[in-house]
């Protein structure tokens, strides 16, 4: 059974347990102990904070451990980290080069990359480039952030210059797209290889996390997904969030090279995406099977929890709830 391990795990309980399902052996590491993703994996460790020195050295230890053969990061959050010391971890990291994590994590970066490479990309500047006959509405956007923070909708040079003071990050200025957005979730090998592209509709979005969605069995987006993944040099899975802003031209408007937050979507579509990763870990070499998906599966996200207590030595373990008995009898028929 290959053993995989999830850095910042956090509530991402849907892809631990769509690992443990396709037949591995799950390892979970969050700082917070009552990060609810832990409690799902069969076996799991409360690490230092990712800019603690002793991060690197707890997620080696865990490896030694459980015999790791692929580390699986869940956030943004130690991604360059990561890649940058894949070399020391002793077991195969789910990411792209550091380059190319760097490249993804500041936006406008990106955005000049798809230029470079003549994958369309709306408009973007930084503050202190805007052209004098800039056309509106446009959006000021963290260029390093996730989650959809610190994006601001401007109507006028007013609003605009207002926004700019406004963000406490470092942002960058990019043209509204008028189109219908779509997110694809696509998985690469780690030759670079993009195994499956799989778009899906933003039917309703919250936090920057699609809840709602549709998957679509679009050849034109099944296409682009790969083209933009491939062009990255992106391994293992990726979101490419795009809008259809004319017949047959897609812009790329973000690209995130981990699991989307509506990864039980494509799961449910057929993507295989966790079977796919842990045949990376064994080293076998999985053939592309662009658009073998199902289309028409709608996804509906909800809240759910996990009650836990303290054991015996004082740390967290899940109990199983019972239903409570009722406070008062019930009322009589009327």
Not at 7 to 12: E, K, L, M
Not at 117 to 130: A, H
Request: hydrophobic letters at 40%.
């Amino acid at each position: 059974m290959t053993a995989v391990l999830f850095t910042c795990a956090g509530q991402r309980v849907d892809v631990v347990t769509a690992f443990a399902r396709a037949g591995a052996r799950t390892v979970a590491a969050d700082a917070n102990p009552l990060a609810p993703a832990i409690y799902h994996a069969d076996a799991h460790a409360i690490v230092p904070r990712i800019d603690d020195p002793g991060y690197l050295p707890a997620l080696r230890e865990l490896i030694r451990e459980h015999d790791v053969r692929l580390v699986v990061p869940l956030t943004d959050l130690d991604q360059i980290l990561l890649a940058e010391h894949r070399g020391e971890l002793g077991a195969i990291v789910l990411l792209p080069d550091a380059e190319v994590v760097r490249r993804t994590a500041d936006k406008y970066l990106a955005h000049h990359f798809f230029e470079e490479q003549g994958i369309p990309s709306p408009p973007s500047w930084v503050p202190d480039e805007l052209p004098a006959d800039l056309a509106f509405p446009v959006l000021v956007k963290a260029r390093f952030g996730f989650g959809s923070r610190h994006i601001y909708r401007a109507e006028d040079r007013e609003q605009l210059d207002f926004f700019i003071r406004y963000s406490p990050v470092d942002s960058f200025v990019q043209r509204v797209c008028l189109g219908e957005e779509f997110s694809i979730d696509v998985f690469c090998d780690l030759d670079g290889r993009c195994l499956n592209s799989i778009p899906r509709t933003m039917i309703e979005s919250k936090g920057g996390e699609s809840i709602k969605g549709m998957t679509i069995k679009d050849e034109e987006l099944i296409e682009f997904g790969r083209e933009v993944a491939e062009a990255l040099g992106i391994r293992g899975p990726a979101n490419v969030q795009c809008f259809r802003v004319a017949e047959g031209r897609h812009e790329v408007t973000d690209v995130n090279p981990r699991f989307g937050g509506a990864f039980p979507l494509p799961r449910a579509a057929g993507s295989r995406y966790p079977e796919l990763a842990l045949a990376l870990a064994r080293g076998e070499r999985p053939e592309p099977r662009l658009g073998d998906f199902r289309a028409g599966v709608v996804m509906t996200r909800f809240f759910s929890h996990l009650s836990l207590t303290a054991g015996a030595d004082g740390t967290l373990e899940p109990f199983a709830e019972e239903l409570p008995e009722p406070i008062a009898g019930e009322p009589a028929d009327r």
